[in-house]
């Protein structure tokens, strides 16, 4: 997403948090208790998911801090928010941290979908 080079420990720190947060999703709609906001909050799952947000977030917030030195995309973002301020600085970091989870989860969630359904259904891996 831009010129820095990150380290192992970013890249590796992300991709924990990003499998983290997917795992802490399927576990969110796996047990029906869990979809109501206050008892997941109070969870162990709703702890580590504030976690692994939080983790997302700081990411996030890095890029920013990098392309505010090195201005592309994020660039643009960052001079509309600037100019006009459209976007806080909170909004932008969400925007970025979308963005990079997007592009990373839907393909590991559509395979993800795609193993649990073959799993529940062994009469359709023999077709």
């Not at 796996?30 to 906001?37: A, E, G, I, N, Q």
């Not at 201005?71 to 806080?88: A, P």
């Not at 990079?100 to 795609?114: V, Y």
Request: hydrophobic share 35%; with cysteine.
């Amino acid at each position: 997403m831009g010129e820095k080079k990150l380290c192992d420990e970013e890249k590796t720190n992300y991709i924990k948090n990003i499998h983290g947060f997917q795992n802490v999703l399927q576990l969110h709609l796996k047990r029906p208790w869990l979809r109501l906001d206050w008892i997941f909050k109070l969870s162990e799952p709703g702890r580590r998911n504030k976690q692994f947000c939080q983790g997302i977030r700081e990411f996030g917030e890095m890029l920013i801090k990098d392309r505010q030195k090195n201005m592309v995309y994020m660039d643009r973002l960052i001079k509309e928010s600037d100019n006009n301020g459209n976007f806080t600085h909170d909004e932008m970091i969400d925007e970025v941290s979308a963005m990079m989870a997007a592009g990373h989860e839907t393909s590991t969630l559509t395979f993800t979908w795609f193993l649990y359904m073959m799993a529940r259904n062994p009469e359709k891996q023999v077709e």
